[in-house]
């Protein structure tokens, strides 16, 4: 397979302005379609930063594919884990969620301010916004702030109405049918 030149392909001057992106509902694919964002920002030689939240451990599909990346592409993409390796609900929460959490929201908002990547996506962020893992008002803050160029993709379920208001696109993904309705678990590939 021929992969083009990123150079170019990509010309700065037509990411003129960067928007604020949200991906929520109680449907699946959330992280998928920032995924699939983030592969598309990579072929056009942006810089990526993948923040997961609520979100720990090696068993996830898209960890395996971005370390197998070509380094061309390795080099332009950054990932953090900033969960614990296990589902978090609002009757479980420990301090070492909230510890995670906080970490994770540390390093995010460090590159926001300083510009560091083209395209940052808070996977899951929605969630720990929900959760209170990370203060709503300081995300606010921080995202009416962002970089004029700088893309920011937030998913999650529970996207606070804050948020949604200040966000340029918002898509609700709604479950119509979903197999797990039938008793079917996930699977490795398709969920993970």
Do not use: C
């Amino acid at each position: 397979m021929h992969i083009p030149d990123n150079n170019k392909l990509y010309n700065p001057e037509f990411l003129q302005h960067g928007y604020i992106q949200i991906y929520t509902g109680n449907g699946k694919g959330k992280t998928t379609a920032s995924l699939g964002l983030a592969m598309r920002a990579l072929g056009r030689g942006w810089s990526v930063l993948i923040v997961m939240f609520t979100k720990g451990g090696n068993d996830y599909g898209e960890l395996i594919s971005f370390a197998s990346l070509s380094p061309d592409f390795k080099d332009k993409v950054k990932i953090i884990q900033a969960g614990l390796d296990r589902i978090v609900y609002s009757s479980n929460i420990s301090e070492e969620d909230k510890k995670q959490a906080q970490l994770g929201w540390k390093i995010a908002k460090r590159a926001i301010k300083n510009d560091e990547y083209q395209l940052i996506i808070l996977d899951e962020a929605n969630i720990a916004l929900d959760l209170n893992l990370i203060e709503l008002s300081d995300m606010l803050d921080v995202l009416k702030n962002k970089p004029d160029d700088m893309e920011i993709v937030l998913t999650g379920r529970n996207a606070k109405p804050e948020i949604i208001e200040i966000a340029d696109l918002v898509s609700e993904i709604k479950p119509i049918k979903h197999y797990w309705d039938k008793g079917i678990k996930a699977r490795k590939g398709i969920e993970f």
